[in-house]
């Protein structure tokens, strides 16, 4: 079966430089989901879609941004990198029509910032 | 948004069931219990989720107490695959978001 598929798996940025994730769900899946992990912490919420439309925001820097495309796949924009910013990044997708059902992740994007 | 408080840790023997408890005495009458566990450097992974009725798959089951401030995922017979981080989630019915608390870490033994 189809599965979340996230892109890059690892990511190396410099300090001060941007870096752009990619996501994309699993087919006819309504609801994407941004998440931030950083070492030896849980997953953070910053940002979900549903239908195309920015849903509800969580602890989303204001550097960062997010969109999800008439295609379903969905792009977290990340500016100004800091070193803080290191982390695993994970996407989830669910089909959430009639009330929340089980969250499909990703495998992640491991982003390095030196 | 309502709280979930879990152990930080537990330990089985393989081959063992294990009860998780999951407290959450905020829950509100929308809000559904949701598990999910997380191996090491692996995504999330969906266990379980339920309303007011217990639920059982292939993985778990999930009891649910009835006045739904407290729940316990209940794996039949432990593995050493099933060693992860378990998080207890409320979802609330129409919010697209969710909060992963601390979890509890699951160590089990050979």
């Known amino acids: 079966a189809a599965g979340v598929i996230q892109s890059p798996r690892h990511l190396i940025k410099e300090k001060r430089e941007t870096a752009t994730l990619k996501c994309y769900p699993i087919?006819?899946?309504?609801?994407v989901y941004w998440y931030q992990q950083g070492p030896g912490q849980d997953p953070q919420f910053l940002i979900s879609?549903?239908?195309?439309?920015?849903?509800d925001k969580g602890s989303i820097p204001d550097r960062f941004s997010a969109q999800q495309f008439s295609d379903y796949h969905s792009e977290l924009n990340m500016s100004s990198l800091e070193l803080g910013d290191s982390a695993l990044y994970f996407c989830?997708?669910?089909?959430?029509?009639?009330?929340?059902?089980?969250?499909?992740f990703g495998q992640g994007t491991r982003l390095t910032v030196v | 948004d309502a709280k979930t408080t879990q152990p930080n840790s537990m330990e089985s023997n393989e081959e063992e069931p294990v009860h998780l408890p999951c407290n959450h005495s905020?829950?509100?009458?929308?809000?559904?219990i949701h598990w999910y566990r997380q191996l090491p450097s692996q995504g999330p992974e969906y266990v379980i989720h339920?309303?007011?009725s217990n639920v059982n798959n292939r993985m778990a089951s999930l009891a649910i107490a009835e006045d739904r401030k407290s729940s316990t995922l209940i794996l039949h017979r432990a593995t050493l695959r099933d060693a992860a981080v378990y998080y207890c989630?409320?979802?609330?019915?129409?919010?697209?978001?969710?909060?992963f608390g601390s979890g509890t870490k699951l160590n089990v033994k050979p």
């Open positions: 989630i409320l979802r609330a019915y129409n919010f697209n978001k969710f909060y």
């Open positions: 087919p006819r899946h309504d609801t």
């Open positions: 339920g309303l007011t």
């Open positions: 989830a997708s669910s089909l959430d029509r009639q009330g929340p059902t089980e969250a499909f």
């Open positions: 879609f549903y239908e195309k439309m920015q849903s």
């Open positions: 905020t829950i509100s009458g929308t809000d559904y």
